[in-house]
Structures are given as structure tokens and as C-alpha cells.
């Protein structure tokens, strides 16, 4: 599929840019195509789960050419009654995209949207007057709120540009939108985790209308770690960006993700060479 077909497609809640809609009550399974992807709705069934493990190889995985995306959750074309959502984790997309290419504007609401670049540059433009370039070591945030659009693209001509995308259900709807994005230069820890993200504004990091905290390490030897669950209720999604690790037990490889709910710790080693991101979350949605 090229571009142009995608970003029409796109407007018309089909494709994979994630467009927000008033339709309100569960996803119908009849009718996926047309709502997943856009709809944001979760599926109940998946709430208060004590663990799931999500290899790499079992996400969904859409190639348009210009845009090589891989879904831990079901997004546009790609449905899973059992993977619609982690709590308010809704959408975990792990995105290539072509030299010169993106996303066309299009619209978001009442969604807390986080990028965090992996390789490259993504140029992003919105219409509150926003224009920026975000790379490695940046994380980026946007409110949605009552509604903003905006475009993203590979700034590069000569290059892929690679990037986590995570949309989290907020807890305020009707927001003020708002963009931010910071560098994690400073706050970066070897061999530790450090916070990226939280709920409060004078934290490190950035921050999101959501009792969520984002932590990511970087490990240049074995490590072995314990995370302590900050609020009481919220789950861990633990999302293996590169190396191996092993979390309560599990032995997870590159891009393999684990979720672990109703406990107040989790156990981790993480091995020589990896990069894992833990995201606490609200296993509840308001």
C-alpha cells in the first residue's frame, strides 16, 4: 500500500494512524476492521490477569512499504480478541519507517500518546503550533484531549527511522491538549532503571494524565533488579526492546514482552547487551 492510500485509508478508521471517534460500547468482533485501531474501546475480559507473556514472533505485523509496523495489540488490520489491551495499555506499536516518509495529519482524542525514538529522527508538526525533531535518547508526549492533529515523518533521506509508539487511556477526558518532549540524556543510570515518565509534572521525565510511570534501563553487564510497584492496583508491562532478560522466572529475547498484575514486585535479570522498558500502569480503566 502506498502513502497516499494509507493516510486516506487512515481517515476513514481503517488503517494504522490510530484516528479517535465519539462511537462509544465494546468492539464488535464483526465489525474489527472498520473499529480497531480507532476506537481506543478495551476488552474487559483482559483486566486482572496475573501474567501473559507476549513473544515477538506472535505480534501482529503489518508492511506497507513505506511504514514496517509490528502491534503487541490489536491496531487497524490486525485484531486478537486477547490482545486488545494491558490495562489502560492500549496500543504498543513497534514502527520502521522509509527515509522521507510518515504519517500525513490526522486527528487523536482523550489519549495519552508517548514516542520514543529508538534509531533516527522523527520530524512531528501539529496544530498547536508545534514543530520538532525527536531522536535516540528523547521521549515525546502528547495529551490528546479534546482533540489535536498532527503529522509525523523520517526526517532522514537516507535512512530508517524506528520508534515505539504507546497510547494509555487517560484518566481526565475532555483535556486541554498539550505537547511536550524531553531528552533522557540527563537522567539516564548505567546499569539501572531510570524514570522517563509519571503522573506528576516536577517529576523527572515527562508527564501524563494517567497514575503511570515509564522506567527504562540500559545494561552493559548482568544486573539483577527488583521493581517495586509504585500504586497500589497497577500492573507491569515489561517490553524487551533489545537483549534477554528474565522477569519472575520468565526468559524473555528481544522484543518479547511480559505483563505481571496483581503483585507488589517483580524480579528481573537483565542480561549483558539489553535494553528493557517497564511500564506501570492502571489495570483499571476509568
Known amino acids: 500500500m502506498d502513502r497516499k492510500t494509507f493516510i486516506r485509508n487512515s481517515l476513514l478508521g481503517v ?5 479517535a471517534t ?3 460500547g465494546i468492539i464488535n468482533p464483526e465489525n474489527k476492521v472498520k473499529q480497531v ?10 483486566e486482572n490477569m496475573k501474567t501473559v507473556v507476549h513473544r515477538a514472533a506472535t505480534r501482529g505485523h503489518a508492511n506497507h512499504g513505506w511504514l514496517n509496523s509490528h502491534h503487541s495489540f490489536s491496531f487497524a488490520n490486525y485484531y486478537n480478541p486477547e490482545r486488545m489491551n494491558f490495562g489502560v495499555l492500549r496500543v504498543l506499536n513497534d514502527d520502521k519507517v522509509s ?4 504519517f500525513g495529519t490526522h486527528p487523536h482524542d482523550n489519549m495519552e500518546i508517548i514516542s520514543i525514538p529508538l534509531e533516527g529522527d522523527l520530524e512531528h508538526k501539529d496544530n498547536m503550533g508545534n514543530a520538532a525533531v525527536i531522536k535516540e535518547g528523547d521521549i515525546q508526549v502528547m495529551s490528546a484531549g479534546t482533540g489535536i492533529q498532527h503529522s509525523e515523518y523520517n ?6 527511522v524506528k520508534f515505539l509508539q504507546i497510547w494509555l487511556f487517560p484518566n481526565k477526558k475532555d483535556v486541554e491538549p498539550r505537547y511536550d ?5 540527563e537522567l539516564k543510570k548505567p ?3 531510570y524514570q522517563i515518565l509519571s503522573p506528576f509534572a516536577q517529576d523527572e521525565g515527562v508527564w501524563i494524565h494517567q497514575d503511570a510511570w515509564f522506567h527504562l534501563g540500559e545494561f552493559s553487564k548482568q544486573t539483577e533488579a527488583k521493581y ?3 500504586k497500589e492496583g497497577n500492573g507491569i508491562y515489561a517490553f524487551i526492546i533489545n537483549g534477554e532478560a528474565e522477569i519472575n522466572g520468565k526468559k524473555l529475547e528481544e522484543r518479547d514482552a511480559i505483563g505481571i498484575s496483581e503483585a507488589s514486585e517483580i524480579n528481573l535479570t537483565a542480561f549483558e547487551g539489553s535494553k528493557i522498558l517497564l511500564m506501570e500502569v492502571p489495570m483499571l480503566i476509568n
Open 15 to 19: 488503517a494504522a494512524t490510530g484516528l
Open 22 to 24: 465519539k462511537v462509544s
Open 37 to 46: 485501531g480507532f476506537n481506543h474501546l478495551p476488552n474487559p475480559k483482559e
Open 99 to 102: 527515509p522521507g516518509m510518515g
Open 155 to 160: 526526517k532522514n533521506k537516507d535512512r530508517d
Open 181 to 185: 518532549q524531553v531528552s533522557t540524556a
Open 191 to 193: 546499569n539501572e532503571f
Open 228 to 230: 517495586q510497584i509504585k
